[in-house]
């Protein structure tokens, strides 16, 4: 018998996994042949401990520690910059007010981004505080936390049916039957399926699709060093990745859970509002494709026992910040589960609860 059953290999599953086994005996199922195969393959991996709701934030900056030092750090210098054209003011302050951001004189902004357009940008913001998380390697180390501990970490495995024993959870993955005293719910945007599934109330997520370009380094430069640039309206970001610029039209549109790809149009919507900011015509698409970031019905995470059942645990609603929230949001789930005093705040804590939706 299983104590600890996770349903999902992303950064969601793997790091409740590494959390939980070393307090019972653990086992986690992934559907695809590889861990991080859904969002967490997908993502930007940017840290932005500013960005998000409150209790992002408390989650993120209570993570900061482990993403900068643990297991020799995941974390390495990008720094975010913020761009808003001339007629942009009321936007670029509020913009600013959100992330916590400086104004910096543009000439500083166009030295350290020359593609920047100075005939239709108006106003920059900059702060360093911004990282790019290794987040296939911080995937790979906490399942090895997870197997350090004795836990198993199997992929390849489709969930298909949940049922209630009496001492626990009968779960059907490729015809064989596991048990397990509680379930682990990360199944990213699949948590209501699998909750359907347990005879669980499903909470109401929904999967937005959030889509990325990659391009050739505009212009030739060596964007290495070039921070992530954000629009005013947070409608476009760009950011550098291995000598490539990516691009995204930060699109938010709800669909179904599955297996997401970007949509020509709403890229080339998003590469035109990025386009109006530089002074680089985007001639070649090298790549592109898209994620499903999926939010509860109030966008916080959901973390710890349903409503329903204290032996069906959410670990949920990751959103946008999966990565930058995951240490502190797993340490959360062990903490409620152990039953050991959390390092976050009260009104963290409530806004967390999968009791708010009782
Ligand atoms: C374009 C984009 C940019 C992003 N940028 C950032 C960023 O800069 N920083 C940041 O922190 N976050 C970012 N995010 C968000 C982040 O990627 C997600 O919050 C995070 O990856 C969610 O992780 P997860 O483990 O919950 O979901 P997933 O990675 O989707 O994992 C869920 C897993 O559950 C598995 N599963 C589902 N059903 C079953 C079943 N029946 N049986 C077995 N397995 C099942 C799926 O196969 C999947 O692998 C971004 C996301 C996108 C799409």
């Not at 913020?82 to 003011?89: F, H, I, T, Y």
């Not at 945007?189 to 050739?216: C, H, N, Q, Y």
Request: hydrophobic fraction near 45%; proline fraction near 6%.
């Amino acid at each position: 018998m299983n104590d600890f059953l996770v349903i999902g290999g992303g950064i969601a599953g793997t790091s409740a996994a590494a959390r939980l086994a070393p307090l019972g005996k653990t086992l986690l199922l992934e559907r695809e042949p590889a861990l991080g195969y859904h969002a967490s393959g997908r993502s930007a991996a940017l840290f932005e401990a500013n960005y998000g709701l409150d209790s992002t934030v408390a989650l993120s900056r209570a993570s900061a520690d482990f993403h900068a030092n643990a297991q020799g750090g995941f974390l390495s210098p990008r720094g975010l910059m913020l761009v808003a054209k001339a007629d942009d003011a009321a936007a670029f302050e509020a913009a600013c007010l959100d992330l916590n951001m400086d104004p910096i004189p543009l000439s500083r902004a166009f030295d350290m981004v020359p593609i920047l357009n100075p005939d239709m940008i108006g106003y920059t913001a900059y702060h360093e505080e911004a990282y790019d998380i290794d987040t296939d390697r911080e995937i790979q180390v906490f399942a090895s936390i997870a197997r350090d501990h004795g836990g198993a970490v199997i992929t390849g495995q489709d969930v298909t049916a949940i049922r209630r024993a009496h001492s626990g959870w009968i779960v059907t993955s490729n015809g064989t039957d596991h048990e397990a005293r509680s379930i682990v719910n990360a199944a990213g945007a699949w948590v209501d399926e699998i909750a359907r599934m347990a005879g669980i109330k499903p909470l109401g997520f929904t999967p937005l699709r959030r889509s990325m370009a990659r391009l050739p380094a505009p212009g030739g430069h060596d964007v290495s060093r070039w921070p992530m640039l954000i629009g005013a309206h947070e409608d476009w970001y760009a950011k550098p990745d291995a000598g490539k610029f990516l691009v995204s039209p930060a699109d938010e549109d709800p669909q179904e859970p599955h297996d997401a790809w970007a949509d020509d149009m709403v890229l080339a919507e998003g590469l035109a509002r990025y386009e109006e900011h530089v002074t680089t015509p985007v001639t070649r698409v090298e790549s592109n494709w898209a994620g499903l970031r999926t939010f509860s019905p109030d966008r916080n995470l959901v973390i710890g026992p349903a409503s329903d059942d204290p032996f069906f645990l959410w670990c949920a609603g990751q959103g946008g910040y999966g990565f930058q929230t995951a240490p502190a949001a797993s340490r959360l789930l062990a903490d409620v589960v152990s039953g050991r005093p959390s390092e976050l705040d009260a009104t963290t804590l409530a806004a967390l609860n999968p009791q708010r939706f009782a």
